[in-house]
C-alpha cells in the first residue's frame, strides 16, 4: 500500500472519530469492520491506532488475526457475525466478545467452550428488531427467555445487545427499540450504527458502532 492511501484511511478515520466526538458525548467505540478487507488495509488501520476489529465469519478472522494477535497485545477482537455451535471453540479462543448470541442452544455451547478453554468473552444478544424471517437474532418478544438462559443457566457475561435494522426502512426506530430493550433489562452495551447511520445510532446511544465500508473503503 502507498503511504498516500494509508494516510487517506488514517484520515477517513479521523474524520469518522470526529463525528461520532460530535454526535454523542460520550462517543461510542469504533469497532472497525475488516472483513474481506486486504491486509494492507488492516495493517494500514493499526498503524493508525486503530484497536477494535469486528468480523463476520470465525476462519476468515483466524486467518485475519491469529499472527496479528500476538504483536498487538491491546487488540480487541469481535465477532459481528452469524455462529454456528459447531464452531464455539475457535470463536472462544479467538473473540473478546462475541456480538452475535440469537439462541438458548448457542448460549449453552458457548458455555461449555468458554468452560473448557478457560477464557470468558463477553457476549451481546442480537435481537431481530425487524423481525425479519431470513436475520438472525432472537425476536423481541423472546429477548427475555433467552437473557435468563444465558445469564442464569450458563453464566454467560452478557453486557448488551446488538441490532442490524432491515435495509429498506429507516432505522431510527430500530436503534430506539434496541436501547428501550437494553434500558429495560439493564444492560449498558448497544451495538448498533454501519456505515450509512452511525452518526444517528450515537445519537440514540449507541456505544459501539460497527463500521466497515465507510473507512476502508468498498469491499
Ligand atoms: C459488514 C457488517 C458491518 C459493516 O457494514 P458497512 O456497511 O460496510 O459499514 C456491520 N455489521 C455487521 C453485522 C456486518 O456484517
Known amino acids: 500500500m502507498t503511504d498516500t492511501a494509508s494516510i487517506s484511511l488514517a484520515k477517513r478515520r479521523d474524520d469518522i472519530l470526529a463525528e461520532l466526538a460530535q454526535a454523542a458525548s460520550p462517543p461510542p467505540c469504533l469497532v472497525a469492520v ?6 494492507e488495509k488492516i495493517d494500514a488501520m493499526l498503524a493508525a491506532g486503530q484497536r477494535v476489529f469486528g ?13 496479528r494477535r500476538a504483536e498487538y497485545p491491546d487488540l480487541e ?7 454456528q ?3 464455539t ?3 472462544v479462543a479467538l473473540f473478546d466478545v462475541i456480538e452475535t448470541l440469537d439462541r438458548d442452544k448457542l448460549a449453552r455451547a458457548l458455555a461449555k467452550a468458554m468452560t473448557a478453554a478457560r477464557r470468558h468473552p463477553s457476549v451481546y444478544i442480537q435481537v431481530n428488531t425487524g423481525e425479519e424471517p431470513q436475520k ?12 435468563k438462559v444465558a445469564v442464569e443457566e450458563c453464566g454467560l457475561d452478557v453486557q448488551g445487545l446488538m441490532c442490524i435494522p432491515p435495509v429498506d426502512e429507516p432505522a431510527g426506530p430500530h436503534f430506539a427499540l434496541l436501547a428501550k430493550l437494553a434500558r429495560r433489562h439493564g444492560l449498558k452495551g448497544l ?8 452518526a444517528l445510532a450515537a445519537r440514540f446511544g449507541a456505544t459501539d458502532v460497527r463500521i466497515g465500508t465507510a473507512l476502508f473503503g468498498a469491499r
Not at 475488516?34 to 491486509?39: E, I, L
Not at 477482537?77 to 455462529?83: E, N, T, V, Y
Request: no cysteine; hydrophobic share 35%.
Open 85 to 87: 455451535t459447531n464452531k
Open 55 to 67: 468480523e463476520n465469519r470465525v476462519q476468515e478472522a483466524q486467518a485475519h488475526w491469529a499472527e
Open 191 to 198: 451495538s448498533m450504527g454501519m456505515s450509512g447511520d452511525y
Open 77 to 83: 477482537l469481535r465477532l459481528i457475525g452469524p455462529l
Open 89 to 91: 471453540d475457535d470463536a
Open 136 to 147: 438472525a437474532g432472537v425476536t423481541p418478544d423472546g429477548l427475555a427467555a433467552l437473557l
Open 34 to 39: 475488516s472483513k474481506t478487507q486486504p491486509d
